[in-house]
């Protein structure tokens, strides 16, 4: 469902070129859940950030669902996004001054859903993460966990074909984190794809498949079990 | 999603209450400025008589002398007391009126009531019916009182309520610098700004108390209010040599229905004027105009040149303003990178993020046009202190002005708003994601 080959990326000042992402190649299939791992600075963010369509890349081809997405408008991008990628971040990006049923319903709103059927998604996704007695609360009244919930739930309401995670568990602690990385699996059982950029070992550990990358490259595609010891 | 565009406008407004609070009061002065210099030129610059301002011609006979005269040299303003009777008697136009401003003092019936000055019009029977004015009772006078010098008189709204009681006085008697005239009619409200039909005596002056037949005027030698010019030497004493002499100080107007009645009457006072030369009067070229109302405003320049460089003074001042503005939004769009950001990431367009930042930028504007129109009202009520009764009728706005108030608040800061949300919305969401 998401193929990259060969995709690269350069950040260009007028003076220094930084190669984010070199030749990088991967496959990643349905109902999978892939850890990406790798030092600071080794290009998993700007991965993340080219497979949910936030970036643009040099050259490569990168397909998505089949469909060559570097033709697409800014605008094609922008319903990309909002019907097939769901997005949770370390920091939860919240919008401090909406209530959670609001924040929720912020990417419902651009896909242009009716009123009731917003409601009916909105409810339904807060059940799913346990927060549907919270749906009147400021995210400053919601703890770290309750906070990630939220864009969880927020990732899930457009019932996208894949979720992207960066550091989801990042700003957690463990207690939260294990609530949170079984939620995530739990979406996962019912078909959604996860793609997780982390640091976290015990989190990676739970992940189907495990990639890690070197200097904008994939330099090990395997199992858990097969982690290289330095990103552990 | 107009709702849901107004209440996060609303939201980010509440948000940075101060620098909201900064472009509310920078649209709201810049307005208010622009607005109160506006309301006295609109006021002043307005159509009095919409309806047939094309129709009404103010007619100029050149009776003046020839010193001084060449090309570019206008006719006088007014006619003479002999032209305009002429004129009268001729009664070329489809209605045509001469006219004057006289004071009488009304003596009221009440013992105990003490007499008064009232501005009175002396005038014809078409003065009526030509500009349309509105009867509260009974009518004007008709032809016949004209020619026989009845002592007949049309009270203005005000009047009749001060010695009526506002009552229909139709029939009644009133005495006017010991003269008694019997009441006909009684006007309701009536206002043209500017008072087009004599701009000799104050453009935005109000209309006169009182109407009478200008026949009985002068066979009473009432006193004229307003200028009289002369250019020769009176033939004698006395006012019947005045009314015989070269001195112009009667407005006349002709009610011409189309292009073809202004033709023969243009062409009729062509005549007239080459006849009295026969007689050895106008010693001028020929040089006599037709203007209707709008040239004549026009021509009488009654929105002054200084009136229109303070307007747009104004206007800079506002384009000052809205300067300030685009910067205080620049600052507070930019302030929202993270927000934008996340909204490109969940799916919004950049249109969509641009209609949603030009209706913050517009529900700004219009809390600055509401605060912009207190503004006004402190701007004219200034200005109405500062001179005074001279230009009362200038400082009153209406709905239209209003509404204009509003709408050029809305769209200076719907402009004001397009470099801020533009570059708000061209904000990269990658960068912004990982910051917040």
Not at chain 1, 128 to 135: D, E, Q
Not at chain 2, 217 to 240: H, I, M, Q, V, Y
Request: negative net charge; glycine residues 8%.
């Amino acid at each position: 469902m998401l193929s990259m080959q060969n995709v690269a990326k350069i950040y260009r000042t007028d003076t220094v070129e930084t190669h984010a992402l070199r030749a990088f190649s991967m496959d990643v299939s349905e109902g999978e859940v892939v850890a990406v791992t790798g030092p600071s600075g080794s290009g998993k963010t700007t991965f993340l950030n080219i497979a949910g369509l936030l970036e643009t890349f040099d050259s490569g081809v990168y397909e998505l669902d089949g469909k060559d997405v570097s033709r697409l408008s800014d605008a094609q991008r922008s319903g990309v996004r909002n019907e097939k990628i769901g997005f949770i971040f370390q920091s939860f990006n919240l919008i401090p001054d909406l209530n959670v049923f609001d924040n929720v319903d912020v990417p419902l709103r651009y896909r242009g859903f009716k009123g009731a059927e917003r409601k009916r998604r909105i409810e339904h996704v807060l059940d799913t993460v346990g927060l549907g007695s919270r749906s009147k609360h400021l995210p400053s009244q919601l703890s770290g966990g309750q906070q990630q919930r939220v864009a969880i739930a927020r990732a899930l309401a457009g019932e996208p074909r894949f979720l992207l995670a960066d550091e989801p568990t990042g700003n957690l602690d463990s207690q939260m984190a294990a609530s949170v990385m079984g939620l995530l699996t739990e979406i996962n059982r019912n078909g959604t794809t996860i793609i997780m950029v982390t640091h976290d070992p015990s989190l990676a550990g739970q992940a189907s498949r495990n990639i890690y990358i070197r200097d904008g490259e994939v330099s090990e595609d395997s199992s858990a079990e097969t982690l290289p010891e330095e990103a552990a | 999603m107009l709702g849901y565009y107004l209440k996060l406008g609303w939201l980010s407004i509440r948000r940075n209450p101060i620098l909201s609070g900064l472009m509310v009061a920078a649209i709201a002065v810049g307005i208010g400025a622009c607005m109160t210099i506006f309301t006295v030129n609109y006021v002043m610059g307005s159509n009095p008589i919409p309806q047939k301002s094309d129709q009404l011609y103010y007619v100029q006979v050149d009776s003046w002398d020839a010193n001084g005269f060449d090309e570019n040299s206008e006719p006088v303003d007014q006619l003479t007391y002999i032209d305009a009777m002429n004129l009268m008697e001729a009664g070329k136009a489809f209605r045509q009126v001469a006219s004057h401003r006289t004071g009488l003092v009304l003596e009221p019936t009440k013992e105990d009531e003490r007499p008064f000055l009232v501005d009175v019009r002396s005038t014809h029977t078409d003065f009526f019916p030509m500009f349309d004015l509105p009867f509260l009772y009974g009518s004007g006078w008709d032809d016949s009182a004209d020619k026989n010098q009845d002592q007949v008189v049309v009270l203005s709204r005000e009047i009749n309520e001060r010695v009526f009681g506002g009552r229909d006085s139709v029939g009644e008697r009133v005495t006017l610098s010991g003269l008694n005239f019997r009441v006909v009619g009684v006007i309701d409200e009536w206002f043209p700004v500017p008072k087009f039909y004599d701009l000799t005596n104050g453009a935005f002056n109000e209309p006169e108390d009182l109407f009478i037949p200008m026949s009985v005027s002068t066979a009473n030698e009432l006193p004229r209010n307003g200028n009289t010019n002369c250019w020769k030497e009176l033939d004698g004493d006395g006012f019947k040599a005045f009314l015989a002499g070269e001195c112009v100080w009667i407005q006349f107007w002709a009610e011409l229905r189309n292009e073809r009645e202004r033709d023969e009457y243009l062409a009729f006072m062509n005549a007239y004027a080459e006849q009295q030369k026969e007689l050895g009067r106008f010693p001028r070229p020929l040089n006599n105009r037709l203007r209707n109302v709008t040239e004549w405003l026009e021509h009488r320049e009654v929105v002054e040149e200084d009136a229109q460089v303070m307007l747009w003074l104004s206007l800079m001042f506002l384009a000052v303003c809205l300067l300030n503005t685009i910067g205080l939004l620049l600052a507070k769009f930019m302030g929202k990178s993270a927000d934008i950001g996340l909204r490109r990431a969940l799916g919004a367009t950049k249109g969509s993020l641009f209609v949603q930042h030009l209706m913050e930028s517009a529900m700004i504007g219009l809390a600055g046009g509401v605060l912009g129109l207190g503004l006004t009202w402190l701007g004219l009520r200034g200005i109405e202190i500062l001179f005074g009764d001279f230009v009362q009728n200038l400082v009153t706005m209406d709905w239209v002005l209003v509404l204009l108030a509003i709408g050029l608040a809305i769209v200076s800061a719907l402009l004001a708003g397009l470099y801020p949300t533009w570059r708000a919305c061209n904000i990269a969401p990658a960068s912004q994601l990982k910051t917040q």
